[in-house]
């Protein structure tokens, strides 16, 4: 599976971006879907994650202010990312795996890169 990120970019405090991964290579419909960030010096973190079913789940961090979809017909997932504040600055990753519990993605993106700042 191929994984290809995009919609990164520099937005002010409050603002909004919604992140987009297109996926190829496999059945996209069978994958658990997850979204991490990085930021500078820190560890990774799952940010989202979203099932086959498309339920989903999210970090603390970012309850009520991000949300996840996807879109099986163009094997795409998505994040929209609102209220945006300058701890949200990372480098954002999409991340696929084939069974829902599994403890790490099988397959990651390439990340793109979020700057929160006025």
């Known amino acids: 599976v191929q994984l290809q990120a995009s919609g990164g970019g520099l937005v002010q405090p409050g603002g909004s971006l919604r992140l987009s991964c297109a996926a190829s290579?496999?059945?996209?419909?069978?994958?658990?879907m997850g979204w991490y960030r990085q930021a500078p010096g820190k560890q990774r973190e799952l940010v989202a994650t979203?099932?086959?079913?498309?339920?989903?789940d999210y970090a603390d961090s970012v309850k009520g202010r991000f949300s996840g979809s996807r879109d099986n017909a163009k094997n795409t997932v998505y994040l929209q990312m609102n209220s945006l504040q300058p701890e949200d600055t990372a480098v954002y990753y999409c991340?696929?795996?084939?069974?829902?519990?599994?403890?790490?993605?099988?397959?990651w993106g390439q990340g793109t890169l979020v700057t929160v700042s006025s």
């Open positions: 991340s696929a795996k084939k069974l829902y519990w599994a403890l790490t993605p099988d397959y």
């Open positions: 290579g496999d059945i996209f419909s069978l994958y658990t």
């Open positions: 979203i099932s086959a079913l498309g339920s989903t």
